[in-house]
């Protein structure tokens, strides 16, 4: 009864609000990919399932702040920017760790982790001053921001997390060039998403843009996407595994 009468209170999302539809979306999206995930999870070898695990908590997390954003938006008509950056330090962190778990085979150390952790928190948290506290400077604050994504990308390319992918080779090396091209393509949405909500010298650019959109579109494909990667690795793993024990 609850649930009816909430659902019946919500507004109704204009035919050309491009940005409360891409909420919904995307967080309809993310909460079936969290439920996919988290049911997949007793399908798979024990080292496999806290992977899946991470998986399904970066893209319900999402969910659950998407929902209320969406909420956000269409009672104030504004960037719902706090709980943007709230569930991007919970869930963005955890994509970090996603790295380490697939690359445990291969010997990757917690030290890898915790520098992809905090190389990810610097970005977030001087991409959020840049956005909301001192836009006067989101340039130089995105810059720094850019830095730190700069690093995890050189880390992930051609630094440690690379040589421990190639040392485990096969679907391991596959996901981990996967994931990269995640890293590098797929993340490279939030500066444009950046670019587009804050003064700087490339407004020209990408002031037009929605900011919202960008983000939203650019999240929904990156935390689904991660998972399915990993997913896929893990179900060739245990693929593997079961015929060798056959044979």
């Known amino acids: 009864m609850n ?4 659902t019946t209170a919500l ?6 609000d491009y940005v409360a539809f891409t909420f919904f979306v995307g967080a309809m999206a ?3 990919a969290a439920a996919f995930f988290f049911l997949s999870m007793n399908s798979f070898d024990r080292k496999w399932r806290t992977s899946i695990l991470v998986s399904g908590l970066i893209t319900f997390i999402a969910a659950v702040h998407y929902w209320y954003m969406r909420d956000y938006w269409q009672a104030n ?3 719902p920017t706090f709980f943007r950056y709230v569930d991007w330090v919970l869930t963005v962190p ?4 996603e790295f380490f778990l697939i690359l445990k085979v291969a010997g990757a150390k917690k030290s890898l982790m915790w520098r992809l952790i905090f190389l990810s928190v610097v970005m977030l948290v001087t991409g959020y001053i840049g956005e909301a506290v001192d836009r006067d400077n989101a340039w130089l604050w995105g810059l ?3 830095a730190a994504y700069f690093v995890i990308v050189y880390d992930i390319w051609l630094g440690s ?6 040392k485990a080779g096969g679907a391991v090396l596959s996901a981990h060039k996967t994931l990269c091209w995640f890293v590098l393509v797929g993340w490279a949405i939030y500066p444009i998403g950046y670019m587009a909500g804050t003064p700087g010298w490339y407004e020209g650019f990408f002031g037009g843009l929605s900011l919202d959109v960008v983000y939203n579109l650019g999240d929904a494909i990156n935390k689904i996407g991660f998972g399915l990667v990993v997913y896929n690795l893990a179900t060739i793993a245990s693929n593997t595994k079961s015929l060798e024990e056959t044979a």
């Not at 507004?11 to 050309?16: L, V």
């Not at 955890?94 to 760790?97: D, E, K, S, T």
């Not at 997390?161 to 190639?166: E, N």
């Open 77 to 79: 008509a504004e960037s």
């Open 161 to 166: 997390a690379k040589k421990l992918a190639v």
């Open 94 to 97: 955890l994509m970090c760790v």
């Open 11 to 16: 507004d109704k999302i204009a035919s050309d």
């Open 3 to 6: 649930l009816l009468l909430l």
């Open 144 to 146: 720094i921001s850019g």
């Open 30 to 32: 993310m909460m079936a």
